[in-house]
């Protein structure tokens, strides 16, 4: 080999050394863009809630098992089911106030599309695999909010890949995706649709696996599956934790009047639209075939997000996971070779500490805030000038009373309240039942009531006698009862 030789493989080498994957491009870029569009993060009014149990926590080192945050349901019993990714937040919030919300958000939303990237770059190359990536994006842009749902998108990706990828070998899932599960139940909820997808996924296994050595795997899993139950209830609450992520799927018609409960809009073209119209069409031209276990799987996925919003971001997650192995298969694309373990060890190192860098810069430097705080302030002072002590909320607004230490009629925690009381509070306030918005006022004793402009309540309290306009702007109408 010449000396010109030679020195073109070593530069080859300095080449591959050097350069850094795909993927971690592709959390630099959905990290900064996040941080750009800081502000939408906080869009969601659960936030200001979800920093004061964090913080309610830290202060009593205990975690809440009643209510303590409205008067409505004061006492009774309760459980936060995200107190992990709550104290996260309020630790976040007293580093670098609003800042560090936005920050960690967007940490994790950059490592859940890397890893996405990543995973399916192994199998179908790095272009394609980006390509997934910005339609998953794109479909979950909209949910990318400083709540504990996004913090455990990176969990629910990484564990949901392990059962699939065990799938694929034929083999029972490996024993560290229990301390995953564990991770996912103590930071969120959701942790109850990684012990449902585990037996489809099971199925998916048997079902490719050699017929004589179905039981043993059957069996396997099946102990994995028992295993992962038990790994769930690692929790301060321990079975309740289970057992509160069902009270969710129990509150029948108040989930439709829940925004991230309601089913999926077609009145009019969505990206959700748009990338079921396009799968479908790609799976008839190209004549895809996938086994029937994970027909059913993708299906179900398709049927999560068409009934709840919610779930879209689940699906555009999860779905290329489900259905990269078959596509792979059937189509004989080849996985690139593998880079350097060294490079790839340097590429994270180096991605870890450019995060790490802008975050300080990002909270010492920037100025995020949720919207309309400034209007819920100037309210808030009217309530206290006219020491009003129970309040007929918008829930809008009750994540900001909790925030400032004020007891609510109702928040988001839809659980708590039951599905009776909700239906009971979206009735009176829209007046669809006039009685009984009179009568919540009279059987709770509320001295004020704060509501969004617009709500029919609030423009019959304009004309009823012991009730006055103390305050208005385009964010909130507040009335006080007057003395008669």
């Known amino acids: 080999m ?24 592709l959390g630099i870029g959905v990290y900064a863009l996040l941080l750009i569009n800081g502000n939408p993060l906080l869009n ?44 996260l937040f309020a630790k976040a919030y007293d580093w670098a106030g609003w800042s ?10 950059a490592a859940t ?22 339609a998953a994006l794109t479909l979950s842009a909209s949910h990318l909010l400083a709540r504990p749902h996004v913090l455990v998108l990176p969990v629910m990706l990484a564990f949901v890949q392990g059962l699939l990828a065990a799938s694929d070998a034929r083999k029972a899932p490996p024993v560290l995706l229990l301390p995953l599960l564990a991770l996912w139940a103590n930071l969120h909820g959701s942790f109850v649709l990684g012990l449902a997808l585990i037996a489809p996924i099971a199925l998916d296994a048997l079902w490719n696996a050699d017929s004589t050595g ?22 301060p609450y321990g079975w309740g934790s289970l057992l509160a992520a069902r009270k969710i799927l129990d509150l029948g018609e108040l989930l439709h009047l829940i925004d991230e409960w309601r089913p999926a809009d077609f009145s009019r073209i969505t990206p959700l639209e748009l990338a079921l119209l396009g799968g479908l069409g790609a799976a008839l031209h190209w004549r895809v075939r996938l086994s029937p276990p994970r027909i059913l799987l993708l299906l179900g996925l398709i049927h999560m997000a068409l009934a709840h919003v919610r779930n879209i971001e689940v699906l555009a997650l999860l779905a290329p996971l489900v259905v990269i192995t078959p ?30 860098l802008s975050c300080w810069a990002v909270a010492g430097g920037s100025r995020y805030a949720p919207p309309a705080t400034a209007s819920e302030q100037a309210a808030a002072e009217v309530l206290k000038a006219h020491h009003a002590g129970r309040v007929l909320n918008d829930m809008a607004v009750a994540g900001f009373l909790i925030s400032r230490g004020v007891p609510v009629f109702i928040d988001g925690r839809a659980e708590l309240y039951g599905e009776a009381f909700g239906l009971a509070y979206d009735h009176a306030v829209e007046l669809n039942d ?29 004309r009823m006698q012991g009730w006055r306009k103390v305050y208005s702007d385009d964010n909130a109408v507040i009335h006080v009862r007057t003395a008669e």
């Open 214 to 235: 179905r039981v043993t795997l059957a069996m396997r899993w099946l102990a994995f599956g028992a295993a992962a139950l038990a790994a769930s209830c690692v929790t």
């Open 44 to 87: 969601d009014p659960d936030t200001y809630w979800h920093i004061a149990v964090g913080q309610w926590i830290l202060d009593h080192g205990a975690l809440p098992r009643v209510d303590i945050y409205s008067f409505t349901r004061a006492g009774e019993p309760w459980i936060s089911t995200s107190w992990l990714a709550q104290v």
């Open 100 to 109: 560090g919300p936005v920050v960690l958000t967007a940490l994790a939303g």
């Open 434 to 462: 006039v009685d009984g918005f009179f009568n919540l006022l009279k059987t709770y004793d509320i001295d004020a009531v704060w509501l969004t402009p617009g709500t029919p309540a609030s423009r019959l309290l304009d």
């Open 113 to 134: 599309f890397a890893l996405l990237a990543c995973y399916l770059g192994a199998r179908i190359g790095e272009k394609y695999a980006l390509l997934a990536a910005v």
């Open 2 to 25: 010449s000396s010109a030789d030679i020195a073109a493989v070593r530069a080859g080498r300095v080449a591959r050394l050097g350069r850094v994957p795909a993927f971690l491009w």
């Open 327 to 356: 596509l792979a298969t059937q189509f004989a694309l080849q996985p690139p070779r593998s880079g350097n373990a060294n490079a790839l060890l340097a590429s994270v190192t180096g991605f870890a500490a450019m995060l790490a």
